[in-house]
């Protein structure tokens, strides 16, 4: 695929675009052909493995996209077909993935006015669990009976801006002049019925050629070959550092993080503190230098909220920094978010770029805007898209949450735009989201191999913490290995399974502070029920935390583990009869947790 995709890209050529176009030749001269030749410069400077790096992934996104549009026609069944999605699957299909919201009636239509937005009741309770959530980008459509479909119908597109168990509104980016169009529900006739699906942007596919572009074109080199691992990083000088209310692992792994000149890689299992505690200590020790700008990442939304929490604890204002005197005070607007209003938190909004920025008229005044902040909150995504920021800011450190979840190039440009980058995430939990087979995605180049990339499908997280453990470059990655989430009994699979029994409890940190320990004591609380019945599922229930269920798999399933009614039955067994220990041992049984 390497061989095809050079072919190709070796077409773009001034000729080739040009020809054939009735051009003035002093402006194909000067103008035309010399942006062209700018563009292709990069690509034909490249060494043996930045070129099977470049055109191996370009070869990867290409066929990520023609997947998502067309669907995959070897595994028709394929989940996640993207695009495809719309016209390859049935509504039964649809249904069973929750990938459609139907029967929706119009309650309040102001398509025509300025809010641009319609309301919608929910009426099946039969579609009441749906894969929808706040910001999705969607099509409507009339859906009056089975024959209507989103091929068969005018679609719009439009995005939620909220969604309840009763109601859903969705907001247009156009008025609407043909209100007449949006028919409200005809109870008499049985007409006025709509349906939402999940629609397909092109333009995270856009950001990792992009990416992928700005990697190649980056002038320092060496950065670039320490992303391709054809350089090590340089070990740093050591910061001072230690805080006494941290273990000595989280001093140990902050130190090092502090340290590092060019890279740092922390393996965070599930509960270790990876947002909580470790990206909210490294913003405030960088925050304390008052010329460096940081700029943090996480793959979803959510992670971002929870890094914009963790930051608005962790920046202090120094009155006096040459003294010593700090004021732990909180200001209203200490960061700058970057995204769309839709997926941030409420609570965040008024940190959004777009919000704080609304009154800047002049690029200038932008600028200026910019430098006032040092720190940046932001999807991956939405900083790809937003790359301009790199030519008026400039970071010193980037820290990316969740890095195990994002494919190479969909980072590999934005990692160079600074003095040095901390990779935060744990390869044994959720993996990126990937459309191809693993078959499909592995790399047939040696030369790839031979720097650790075996699958594209892989993280760069996890191809350069490997690196670094083959390498014993101590100083750029460690481990987190104390929870403080679960009960040192269901604790004790995942660190078995997956972490070769190295996951300990956050409870038995030595020295650990008296207050501290009182938190953390349920994890080591012991089941304290007495089953009133003997071998039966309460007795179970009343002796163990964890407990491993078989169940039975539908035939010719296709919602691909999404549902499966006999352990939904399951569950709600287990759960009456959770209930019912309570009642017998005399326990006040909690319904909201």
Not at 229 to 237: C, F, H, S, W
Request: hydrophobic share 35%; with cysteine; glycine share 4%.
């Amino acid at each position: 695929d390497i061989t095809i995709t050079k072919e190709i890209i070796a077409k773009i050529t001034p000729d080739n675009l040009i020809n054939g176009f009735n051009v003035n030749p002093n402006f194909r001269q000067n103008y035309i052909e010399p942006q062209i030749n700018e563009v292709i410069k990069p690509i034909t400077q490249l060494d043996e493995i930045e070129e099977h790096y470049f055109y191996s992934f370009i070869s990867f996104i290409a066929k990520e996209q023609y997947l998502a549009k067309i669907g995959d026609s070897e595994n028709p069944n394929q989940q996640g077909n993207g695009l495809a999605n719309l016209w390859l699957n049935s509504f039964s299909e649809k249904e069973e993935r929750f990938e459609i919201l139907y029967d929706l009636n119009i309650t309040e239509n102001l398509i025509d006015k300025n809010y641009k937005k319609i309301t919608f009741s929910r009426t099946n309770k039969d579609n009441e669990f749906v894969n929808f959530r706040k910001g999705d980008i969607c099509v409507l459509y009339p859906r009056n009976s089975d024959k209507d479909t989103v091929t068969s119908n005018q679609i719009f597109k439009c995005s939620i801006t909220e969604i309840t168990k009763n109601n859903i509104v969705v907001s247009f980016r156009y008025k609407q002049r043909n209100t007449k169009f949006f028919t409200e529900f005809d109870s008499e006739n049985q007409k006025g019925f709509w349906a939402l699906e999940r629609d397909f942007m092109d333009s995270s596919f856009r950001a990792m050629y992009k990416n992928l572009y700005s990697f190649i074109s980056y002038q320092d080199k060496f950065k670039r070959q320490l992303i391709l691992t054809t350089e090590k990083p340089i070990e740093g000088n050591i910061v001072d550092y230690q805080n006494s209310d941290f273990s000595e692992e989280q001093n140990r792994i902050i130190k090092k993080a502090l340290s590092a000149k060019n890279y740092f890689l922390l393996n965070g299992p599930p509960g270790t503190g990876k947002t909580s505690i470790i990206i909210k200590e490294l913003v405030r020790q960088l925050y304390k230098n008052e010329n460096s700008n940081i700029l943090l990442l996480a793959y979803t939304n959510r992670a971002v909220d929870e890094i914009c929490e963790a930051v608005n604890n962790a920046i202090i204002n120094f009155e006096d920094i040459n003294d010593g005197v700090v004021n732990y005070g909180r200001t209203d607007r200490n960061f700058i978010r970057i995204g769309n209003e839709l997926s941030c938190s409420q609570k965040h909004k008024h940190n959004l770029l777009s919000n704080i920025s609304q009154n800047v008229s002049s690029r200038k005044d932008l600028k200026d805007l910019l430098n006032k902040y040092r720190v940046y909150i932001s999807t991956v995504a939405s900083m790809a898209s937003k790359m301009d920021i790199f030519k008026l800011k400039k970071f010193d450190t980037i820290i990316v949450d969740e890095a195990s979840q994002i494919l190479e190039p969909q980072i590999i440009g934005i990692l160079p735009n600074c003095e040095k980058f901390i990779l935060i995430g744990d390869h044994k939990q959720l993996p990126a989201i990937v459309l191809q087979s693993p078959d499909s995605s592995e790399t047939k180049s040696e030369v790839l191999q031979n720097i650790g990339l075996n699958n594209r499908k892989n993280s760069l997280f996890e191809r350069l913490y490997t690196f670094c453990e083959n390498n014993d470059l101590e100083y750029a990655y460690d481990k987190l290995s104390y929870q403080g989430r679960m009960h040192k009994e269901i604790a004790l699979f995942p660190s078995h399974s997956f972490y070769e029994s190295k996951l300990k409890q956050a409870f038995d940190i030595p020295n650990l502070k008296p207050e501290i320990k009182e938190e953390l004591k349920r994890q080591d609380i012991p089941l304290n029920f007495k089953s009133t019945t003997k071998n039966t599922l309460e007795d179970l229930l009343a002796k163990k935390r964890l407990i491993f269920f078989t169940s039975q798999k539908k035939e010719n399933d296709k919602s691909f583990g999404k549902k499966n009614d006999s352990e939904a039955r399951l569950v709600i067994k287990i759960v009456q009869e959770i209930q019912k220990l309570f009642i017998s041992n005399s326990k006040k049984f909690d319904n909201s947790k």
